[in-house]
């Protein structure tokens, strides 16, 4: 439980520490390390001989000579020591093909009983072998380079748990951190107020429920590139603990992870992610910072650790209503990820103007609709309207038969959804340049804004298939090498790959609603969720098989393969309901038809309506689902995995599990894709086809709550902890919103021209009747003479009683046309006013980075002090007539 405290929780905490840590200071001797076969460190082993101290009762571990006698608290985040911390974990599993060893010392272990002879015929057995050989040398390599390690083991009968904790002193931290390019503190400044919406409810004076003060916010700096020769200028560098925060160690270490070899380098037999696909490995992790639970007994706030932290005070979902700590997010998980939720929290923030007008809209067409003319006479119509059959079996309708749907209709079709879908138009375009700007002063605020990809190294799919190697024109490296004529090739095959299973797709739905009827629509919502799948593992097949070299350019191809699938996927039956059903249908004697079949027309309520219904159950339907499947499936994942754990513990485990065992049984976490690509879905929705239904921008913010918190919850709770990654945008699926955008101008603009009543309705009132009156009438034409089936029945069209257009449908067209074109133009123009208007970086952000570039000159500058008194010097010959205080 928390202690509310009556102090004030301070906001910067002491950032220069004075502290004497010579007498701490250890070599790496003093770590834990590996005692299993060639796993030793020399230099270890040669400490333990002449110390002659070795636990006989746990030979995986060595304690090192100069450890204390006392025992040392057996902390989750650190080794045996209770000092060193704990920056990585690899794990792996091996089953066992007899018995575990007894308490004799002369038996094997497991790892060396894994090693069989090599005259071993089976397969298998030899996988295990060159599995073994490859963790080995991995290990020693890791050792080479400075690593300190420490390996535990969790073991019943049949199968054993490796977990080999991997930690990085201070001396590698300091070399990486240079060739990385870290950001290093150069002096503290006040937090930056970086949320608009709490300083205008400020300046208005209104009360903020949204605030919150969460304890221990990172602090703010100006900082530079981390230089080894410049330590003492950097704040803090005294405390070799604390000077580093766990996000940089992972990194580095991960780093360290990436590059080291384990087999013949010829072959890129090289990094920790190949181990895992290879299954040498099963995981590779960093540890979260303790539990997220709560303490029983009672503390201050500011003695949680950072996971409880965000567990308490955004994970949990009585905050929903609550400001993001993104600052915490972003120091515990990364910016990428610190990215992804400052955008969702961003784009949620400006679903409330959107959802509270497209409300209002919608409730001003119930108001409204008692006022609705044309609907008025087709319900007082009687018989006076005989409709032609809708298809070849039906009858003919009297029209007043549609009264209620016309009713219904209008509240899709009235004079404000024309209205909403402008502000909708001006809402997309605006919002994303408003996050240009807001992503580029998180960027700087979070030291990523002059970030940018190290040149990557090969995928390890890249690496393993690659015919040849070449020499890297950047590195000097000779890396695999795949011809990029061949590469090209396999890209242009996989583009028609992608347009084959698009065009077949499109003609499917035509189809499809040819024969269905609207409760259906169920059906096809299931359809969609299932052709997803199968998309989404298409499009990863079709990027493995081209053949891209780094991990960005497989990432930008696959998301933007499985983009177009999904946009055909999730949009093809409403853009068929807006744009394609009823404009082919023909008339009496003279119907269209596609494969033998009478092309569809709209229904009686008209084609808004049933656009209406499809985006209903589309989107909120897929909403539900998604929500349900991100709230059950971690939870029977991490089921199963602590149901694996268990297995191997057994009932003689009698102590804890640690924390190593903990985030082994949560869930891998599989990246941000899934959720970006649901949330760029939704943004489709309600921008495209926003006309139709009002009330999308309103279903988008109650799920986005919701996903929030949900989202949040996983990364906290559920998913094992994720290395932390720079970046300094939201990457490739901004480019796709900005497409998104644009879309949803033109398609606006063509659902009001051609897909509403509202420019035929217009014309009418400016050319016959201001009031509608008679407006039904004159939108129905007269079967032909020779329509001898219901004679002089009627239908929807201006064409005159041989079924040729009138001259008002080429007015009405010429109308349209002009509509679009001007609708286009408007929007373009005040999008480009906009980008003009508002700059991607604030001036107060321009400000502060001329001051921070500043501090960095100086910071670095080789003769400071020669520099900082010549500029004394020249200060004091500028003003001859001053003296100093002393005179």
């Given amino acids: 439980m928390l202690r509310k405290s009556s102090e004030r929780l301070k906001g910067d905490r002491e950032v220069l520490l004075d502290l004497d840590t010579r007498a701490e200071a250890q070599s790496t001797e003093s770590y834990g390390s590996l005692q299993n076969g060639s796993f030793i460190p020399p230099r270890y082993l040669a400490a333990a001989a002449a110390d002659g101290d070795m636990d006989g009762d746990d030979p995986i571990y060595m304690q090192s000579p100069t450890r204390s006698k006392q025992p040392v608290p057996q902390l989750g985040n650190y080794f045996r020591d209770g000092r060193t911390k704990i920056d990585f974990v690899l794990v792996w599993e091996i089953r066992s093909r007899r018995k575990r060893r007894g308490k004799g010392t002369n038996m094997a272990t497991s790892e060396e009983r894994e090693a069989v002879p090599a005259e071993e015929s089976s397969r298998s057995e030899r996988r295990k072998a060159q599995l073994a050989q490859w963790r080995e040398k991995f290990v020693q390599n890791l050792e080479s380079v400075g690593l300190v390690m420490e390996k535990e083991e969790t073991a019943n009968e049949k199968k054993t748990i490796h977990f080999l904790k991997i930690s990085a002193p201070w001396d590698v931290l300091v070399c990486y951190a240079e060739e990385l390019c870290l950001r290093a503190p150069l002096q503290a400044q006040q937090h930056l107020d970086l949320n608009t919406s709490a300083r205008v409810l400020s300046k208005l004076c209104i009360p903020n429920v949204m605030t919150e003060s969460v304890p221990n916010r990172p602090l703010d700096y100006y900082t530079c590139a981390f230089r080894k020769s410049k330590m003492s200028r950097f704040l803090g560098w005294e405390d070799h603990d604390t000077y580093f925060t766990n996000t940089q160690r992972h990194r580095v270490v991960y780093e360290i992870l990436a590059r080291t070899a384990y087999g013949k380098r010829k072959k890129a037999e090289v990094g920790v992610d190949r181990l895992l696909n290879e299954g040498a490995y099963t995981a590779a992790f960093p540890l979260h910072e303790g539990p997220f639970q709560l303490p029983k007994h009672e503390v201050r706030p500011d003695e949680l650790n950072q996971r409880q932290v965000l567990y308490y005070y955004w994970a949990r979902w009585c905050k929903w209503y609550k400001y993001q700590p993104l600052d915490h997010i972003r120091e515990y998980f990364g910016e990428k990820i610190a990215l992804y939720f400052a955008w969702l929290g961003f784009y949620t923030a400006w679903l409330l103007p959107a959802a509270v007008v497209g409300t209002l809209v919608f409730v001003s067409g119930v108001m409204s609709m008692g006022t609705n003319t044309p609907a008025e006479e087709i319900c007082n119509s009687g018989a006076s309207y005989t409709m032609c059959p809708l298809c070849k079996t039906c009858k003919a309708w009297n029209m007043s038969e549609i009264c209620t749907l016309t009713k219904l209709g209008y509240l899709f079709d009235h004079p404000g959804t024309v209205f909403f879908s402008v502000f909708m138009s001006f809402w997309a375009v605006t919002f994303l340049e408003y996050w240009k700007r807001k992503m580029a002063t998180l960027a700087h605020h979070w030291d990523c804004m002059d970030f940018h990809e190290e040149e990557e190294r090969p995928r390890p799919e890249f690496a393993a298939m690659a015919p040849t190697m070449e020499q890297n024109p950047v590195t000097g490296v000779k890396e695999p090498y795949f011809p990029e004529k061949t590469r090209l090739s396999r890209m242009f095959t996989g583009s028609m790959v992608i347009i084959m299973m698009v065009r077949p797709f499109k003609i499917f739905y035509i189809l499809y609603w040819t024969i269905a009827n609207i409760s259906s629509s169920i059906v096809n919502l299931g359809l969609i969720l299932l052709m997803g799948q199968v998309y989404t593992a298409l499009a990863e097949q079709l990027t493995k098989w081209e053949m891209h070299r780094t991990q960005t350019q497989y990432d930008n191809a696959f998301i933007f393969k499985v983009f177009i699938f999904q946009f055909v996927n999730f949009y093809s039956s409403p853009f068929y309901v807006a744009f394609f059903k009823g ?79 903990e985030d082994y049984q949560l869930v891998e976490c599989e990246g941000l894709f899934e959720e970006y690509l649901e949330m760029v879905l939704q943004f489709g929705f309600i921008t495209i086809f926003v006309a139709a239904f009002p009330l999308a921008p309103l279903f988008a913010l109650l799920n986005n709550w919701v996903e929030i918190r949900l989202d949040a919850h996983k990364f906290v709770c559920e998913y094992r902890r994720p290395v932390a990654e720079r970046a300094q945008n939201i990457g490739v699926w901004f480019n796709i919103l900005e497409a998104l955008s644009h879309l949803s101008v033109i398609a606006n603009a063509f659902l009001i021209a051609f897909t509403s009543d509202f420019l035929p309705r217009l014309l009418y009132q400016y050319k016959f009747d201001n009031d509608l009156n008679g407006y039904v009438n004159f939108t129905l034409a007269y079967a032909p003479l020779n329509y001898t089936e219901y004679p002089m029945c009627r239908y929807k069209a201006f064409r005159d009683n ?86």
Avoid at 825 to 838: E, G, K, N, P, T
């Fill in 802 to 887: 041989n079924g040729n257009y009138t001259l008002f449908y080429w007015e009405l067209l010429a109308v349209r046309l002009g509509f679009i074109i001007a609708f286009e133009h408007v929007v373009f123009f005040v999008l480009r006013a906009i980008d003009w208007i508002v700059p991607d970086v604030p001036e107060s952000l321009e400000l502060k980075m001329k001051r921070e570039r500043y501090l960095a000159k100086q910071a670095l500058a080789e003769n400071q002090e020669a520099l900082l008194v010549s500029r004394a010097r020249a200060a004091a010959a500028a003003t001859p007539g001053t003296s100093s205080p002393g005179q």
């Fill in 583 to 661: 404009r082919f249908v023909g008339y009496p004697t003279n119907y269209g038809t596609l494969f033998g079949m009478r092309n569809e027309d709209c229904g009686a309520g008209g084609c808004l309506i049933e656009l209406a219904q499809q985006l209903f159950i589309i989107m909120v339907g897929k909403q539900l689902i998604n929500n349900v499947q991100e709230f059950i499936l971690p939870k029977v994942k991490a089921w199963r995995q602590k149901r694996t754990l268990a297995k191997v513990l057994g009932g003689k485990a009698s102590h804890e599990p640690r924390r190593w065992e």
